[in-house]
C-alpha cells in the first residue's frame, strides 16, 4: 500500500479555546470536540506553544494528555491555558482511532487570535471561543 492511501483526512474534529469561569475564577480551557457521528477511541494529545517575543525565542514545555474516549457529538477537556501564551503559537497535535483507523492532526492557534474580536459559539460546548476544525 502507498503512503497517500494510509493517510486519513481528519474531519468533524475541532480544538477550542473558550473563556469561562472556573470555581469562582475566571480563565480559558482548551477543548477538543468530536462532532463526528462515531467515538474517537485513545486520544493523545501533544500541546506547546512556540515563537518570539521580543526578539527571543521562547518555547513552552510540551504537555501529553491521554483521553480515552470521546462519544459521537461530544467533547473533552484538554487543559487549561494561560494568557501569557496568547502571544505565542499554540499547537495541539491531536491523534486518535475511530473504528481500527488511526488519524492524527496538528492544530496551531496563531499568536493574537485568542482574541474576543474572533469569538464564535462553539458547536456541542455552546460557549463563546475560538476554535480551529
Known sequence: MRAQELI??????VVAIVHETLE???GWMVYLVNLKSKEL???LVTSNGYGQVDEKRIQTSTLRHFIESIPAQAYSKIEPIMEDVFGLN????VSFYVNDSIY???????PETIQE?????????????????
Open 41 to 43: 477511541t485513545n486520544i
Open 117 to 133: 474580536s474572533n469569538f464564535i459559539t462553539i458547536p456541542l460546548i455552546n460557549k463563546k471561543g475560538v476554535m480551529i476544525k
Open 24 to 26: 469562582e475564577e475566571s
Open 90 to 93: 499554540n499547537e495541539y497535535w
Open 104 to 110: 492524527d492532526k496538528r492544530f496551531v492557534f496563531l
Open 8 to 13: 486519513q483526512p481528519v474531519e468533524d474534529i
